[in-house]
């Protein structure tokens, strides 16, 4: 795939870096396509972050494979079975990724749905650590979060003019209005305005 986008390997992983520093992962620098140890090749927890919240909100149909337990390939030959094992430990855990290299540690990106949380754990010293300090991590997220509901917005306009155009109006959606992330003591203090330009 790196071949095929890139040219080559190298090239790449040029573009990855690239792009790392685009999204804001000041402390990522990428040596290869695989992840494997390399010299100057890290990241931390918090880049991690931003990579796996990048992933979800651009391809959320990523979780329709992350969150696959177990498959089959050969005519049931040989079975694959998820290397997160939060999947059937954790309800809400919808994936995201685990690694293991001698230079990182145990690792795990885990997504939780809900609040669409993302716990990242790098370095741990085995599998088991690894899930527990994750489920910690959600654990608390999700005891101390809501998502809140954007507040009614009363009366609104729903059409609003335009100017050159063949059409004099346009209509007005407020349906798609995302939910708002907010402390539980907070949950109540949210408040909603509409401002919207004269014409178009």
């Not at 494979?65 to 040989?78: A, H, P, V």
């Not at 907010?182 to 109540?188: E, I």
Request: proline share 4%; aromatic share 4%; hydrophobic share 35%.
């Amino acid at each position: 795939v790196a071949e095929l986008v890139g040219g080559s390997e190298p090239a790449f992983v040029e573009q990855m870096n690239v792009r790392a520093a685009q999204l804001g992962m000041k402390d990522t620098h990428f040596c290869n396509a695989c992840g494997l140890d390399a010299e100057g090749h890290l990241s931390t927890a918090r880049d991690v972050a931003i990579m796996s919240r990048q992933i979800l909100t651009t391809c959320p149909e990523v979780l329709h494979y992350t969150g696959i337990w177990s498959d089959s390939l050969r005519g049931g030959k040989t079975q694959l079975i998820n290397t997160n094992k939060l999947l059937k430990r954790y309800s809400g855990v919808t994936g995201l990724k685990t690694g293991t290299t001698g230079g990182a540690g145990v690792c795990v990106s885990a997504s939780g749905d809900g609040l669409d949380l993302i716990a990242v754990v790098l370095g741990a010293d085995s599998s088991k650590e690894r899930f527990e300090s994750a489920a910690a991590l959600l654990d608390y997220g999700f005891s101390h979060y809501q998502a809140a509901p954007m507040p009614d917005l009363g009366q609104r306009p729903l059409q609003l003019p335009v100017r050159g155009s063949g059409e004099s109006t346009i209509p007005l959606d407020y349906t798609a209005l995302p939910q708002r992330v907010l402390t539980k003591k907070d949950g109540g203090a949210l408040s909603a305005r509409v401002e919207l330009p004269q014409r178009l």
